[in-house]
């Protein structure tokens, strides 16, 4: 309508009403742009908040799976000091729980920390979406501190193959009836093991003396269950500040909106 109006006015000459229509073909063409930018910035606020609510979910799943991996690396710790302590003390003091003791310090979660919304914003290179400058920091910088937490929980001891090809078979089966490992599902699904916290040998006395004499000629066996142990007390270390500064960066989320 306004091209055929301008070509109307400049057919008569008429420069006045040319340059009106002009003002407001370029008015229209300005505010329309603008009205699609306004819409397009309130679009990008709303993906904003919805993949900071995923990021609170996430740290939030994040603090589940670190206080399991807490409490089960307490539980292989303790088993691990157990193992440890026996060594001092003669063979036949109790073999059953030695082995129950080494056998149960090799423990292992092989499961990763999940990280997909994050992983999904980065892709879609849209990590200005979250915030401000300072909140896109804290939230890379805290991803990075998972990933390198994840490379320590990857991380498995030489002594868990050595025990392991030790103990025979049928003994590790007795071992895991006598300590069975429970899984626990939540609400959201996500599985996680737990081990005894009552366990008693049902493993015939001398058959555990022989089994556990056997497991005592392991070459530094000291050595490689005190790797064990700091391993383990560096997990946890490590996790419990991982949890601390998830709690922190929902915090900041939090503040966002």
């Known amino acids: 309508m306004i091209l055929k109006r301008l070509r109307e006015e400049g057919a008569r000459q008429n420069w006045f009403g ?6 407001i073909l370029i008015l229209g063409v300005f505010l329309g742009i603008q009205v699609n930018n306004w819409n397009q910035a309130r679009l990008d606020r709303a993906e904003g908040r919805e993949y900071r609510d995923r990021l609170y979910f996430d740290l939030e799943s994040d603090q589940r799976d670190i206080a399991f991996r807490m409490q089960y690396y307490g539980q292989v710790l ?18 059953g729980a030695f082995i129950i003791h080494a056998y149960e310090a090799s ?6 920390i999940r990280h997909f919304t994050y992983d999904e914003v980065v892709a879609s290179g849209k990590a200005e979406f979250l915030g401000d400058r300072m909140l896109r920091e804290r939230i890379a ?8 937490m994840q490379r320590l929980f990857d991380n498995v001891p030489p002594y868990r193959e050595t025990i392991r ?30 081990l005894s916290d009552r366990c ?14 056997e497991v005592r000629t392991i070459p530094n066996l000291k ?4 790797r064990v142990i700091a391993d383990l007390d560096q997990k946890i270390w490590n996790a419990r500040q991982l949890s ?3 709690e922190r960066l929902k915090g900041q989320i939090r503040q966002a909106g």
């Open 18 to 23: 040319v340059a009106v229509d002009l003002v």
């Open 78 to 95: 303790a088993h691990a000091q157990s193992a440890l302590a026996a060594l001092d003390r003669p063979v036949s003091n109790d073999p």
């Open 107 to 112: 423990n292992h979660i092989p499961q990763a």
């Open 141 to 148: 910088n805290y991803y990075v501190g998972q990933a390198t």
């Open 165 to 194: 090809s030790v103990i025979p078979f049928s003994a590790q089966a007795q071992v895991l009836k006598d300590c069975p490992e429970v899984l626990q599902t939540d609400k959201f699904g996500s599985v996680t093991p737990r």
């Open 200 to 213: 008693r040998s049902t493993m015939d006395p001398r058959t555990a003396e022989r089994i556990a004499t």
């Open 223 to 226: 050595w490689a269950l005190n």
């Open 244 to 246: 601390t500064e998830a």
